[in-house]
């Protein structure tokens, strides 16, 4: 096997893949009801690269394989700061919400269902998060990505603003005067 391929595989087992819903899909044809599945899964590789796939196959392993060689093509990139992310930022998609916010060191992620799963496939360790509107796994993952997609860390903003690292400060540390 060669070098390039080899390294192609072992970095594909690095990553983290998990399946966060399985449906059951129906078509209605001439003679009754073709079954399929439609299975969202989300790629990551725990240091601030993330992805989500849809498959949708006759079989749920299939599926799985399809939606899972979606999401490596479509990986992203997050900005995290240490174990959490810069900002506080709500994102929508369709009918979902979700608001991501900060969290100190130790607090975990509080987070449910579509959102833990992209959160933690990134690597982020510390958030607070909560999904608002529609509960549609498939729209409330794809918030959830486009919401750390949207996210800006010290370095983009003081480029943005043209102004040094130093002069960018968090908001909790300035003073109120």
Known sequence: MSRQRRNRFEERD?????????????????GGRRFGFRVIVVVGDNKGQVGVGVGKARSVPDAIRKGAARARRDMKSVVLLGSTIPHEVVAEHGGARVLLKPASRGTGVI???????????????????????????????????????????????????????????????????
Request: hydrophobic share 45%.
């Open 14 to 30: 690095e990553l983290d893949e998990r399946i966060v819903d399985i449906a059951r899909v129906a078509k209605v044809i001439q």
């Open 111 to 177: 987070a449910g269902g579509g959102v833990r799963a992209v959160v933690e496939a990134a690597g982020v360790g510390d958030i607070l998060s909560k999904s608002l509107g529609s509960a549609n796994i498939l729209n409330v993952v794809t918030a959830t990505i486009e919401g750390l997609q949207s996210l800006r860390g010290p370095e983009q903003v003081a480029a943005i603003r043209g102004v040094p690292l130093s002069d960018v400060r968090p908001p909790w540390s300035q003073t109120r005067e």
